[in-house]
């Protein structure tokens, strides 16, 4: 059985492309920049009004270029699904300045001497045209990707509305590898839904069987579950430190028995600690991570003890200003590879 995996993160995207017939340590592995990247330089190339079409995708930096595009006196025009990528409220990005463009109006005359951008967290087939360059037989039987996705609800901020869903999730003790969405994936988590949208009905390969779609953060604490130091620990602290989020979960018999979520720029080695030594015994509150302008927090139950911190992620070397034991996660013989290797493990957990 063959598996494409792709996590795309804040800066990169990481690609796997594994043969359940061999060991994990050859297949083969791509690290490119997030598309979101990619498209920013694009952006900046280009001296003339733009037109974006496609897909929701990861806004990242996108939001800000676009801006300083229009203050150089280009016009920008977004359709409006696409435009999603820079608020689900499309009366927030038209109050930008950005041209919010409805179907009725997609073929206008207006926009045919506009420059014209796709937006899309994934291609597939272009990924599929740059293997077959190596000579590959690039052919899978399952896809799971990761992308990160707040949520949206119009009554509720961001990281107020994606913390209340992680705890809906989250009201028993659960495997990590079931914050995976095989199928069903609610309207609300609109990136995620894009991305699945576009691999069932606008790629040229054919998606055989159902796409798996999980949160870049939950991929990553799924698969530092898989390290080798972790499967020899039954009562432990995983961790993802990003560009933008650090996401910890409190792991016992297998199962996430509490988690946190918070702005990395707002953490210090020693408020770290503190958090992660609450989350453990089980004394942490929602309310001291919001009001320290965090995402949130949610326990279900106290673990027996912190045996080690697995930790993962860009800016990882936070763990270094703190008095915790960790380990760096390596899954699969590589670290850039634990969101990939924990969509597989989530994909194993839906298909077996």
């Not at 927030?92 to 967290?121: P, W």
């Not at 994936?185 to 390969?205: D, F, G």
């Not at 080798?228 to 199962?255: C, F, P, Q, R």
Request: hydrophobic letters at 35%; aromatic letters at 10%.
């Amino acid at each position: 059985m063959k598996i494409l995996a792709i996590d795309v993160g804040t800066g990169t995207q990481d690609i796997i492309y594994y043969n359940t017939e061999k060991e994990v340590e050859n297949s083969i592995k791509v690290v490119l920049p997030s598309p979101h990247i990619l498209i920013a330089q694009k952006i900046k190339n280009i001296n003339d009004d733009i037109y974006f079409e496609g897909n929701i995708m990861g806004g990242g930096k996108l939001k800000n270029v676009i801006l300083k595009h229009m203050d150089k006196g280009y016009n920008v025009a977004m359709e409006s699904y696409c435009a999603k990528t820079i608020r689900d409220d499309l009366k927030q990005v038209e109050s930008y300045g950005i041209e919010v463009v409805y179907d009725e109006d997609k073929n206008s005359k207006k926009y045919k001497d506009y420059t014209r951008i796709s937006l899309n967290d994934i291609d597939i087939d272009k990924l599929a045209g740059f293997l077959k360059e190596y000579d590959l037989d690039f052919d899978f039987d399952y896809i799971a990707v990761a992308v990160q996705d707040h949520g949206y609800n119009e009554n509720m901020g961001d990281r107020d509305f994606r913390f209340e869903k992680i705890r809906e999730k989250l009201e028993n003790p659960l495997k990590p590898e079931e914050f995976g969405w095989y199928g069903n994936i609610p309207e609300y988590y609109s990136r995620m839904k894009s991305v699945e949208n576009k691999l069932k009905n606008e790629t040229k390969w054919q998606i055989r069987n159902t796409p798996l779609i999980m949160d870049t953060k939950f991929a990553s604490i799924c698969g530092m579950c898989y390290d080798e130091e972790a499967l020899k620990l039954n009562s432990y602290i995983v961790m993802d430190i990003g560009n933008g989020h650090t996401t910890v979960a409190s792991i016992e018999n297998g199962k996430i028995q509490g988690v946190f979520e918070h702005h990395t720029s707002s953490l210090t080695g020693e408020s770290l600690e503190r958090y992660v030594k609450k989350l453990a015994n089980g004394t942490l509150t929602n309310e001291e991570i919001y009001n320290d302008h965090g995402h949130g927090a949610h326990v279900i139950n106290p673990i027996s003890n912190i045996e080690k911190v697995i930790v993962s992620g860009p800016k990882r070397g936070l763990i270094e200003k703190t008095g915790l034991d960790y380990h760096h996660a390596c899954p699969g013989g590589d670290v850039m590879m634990t969101g990939t290797i924990g969509l597989i493990k989530s994909l194993k957990h839906y298909i077996n």
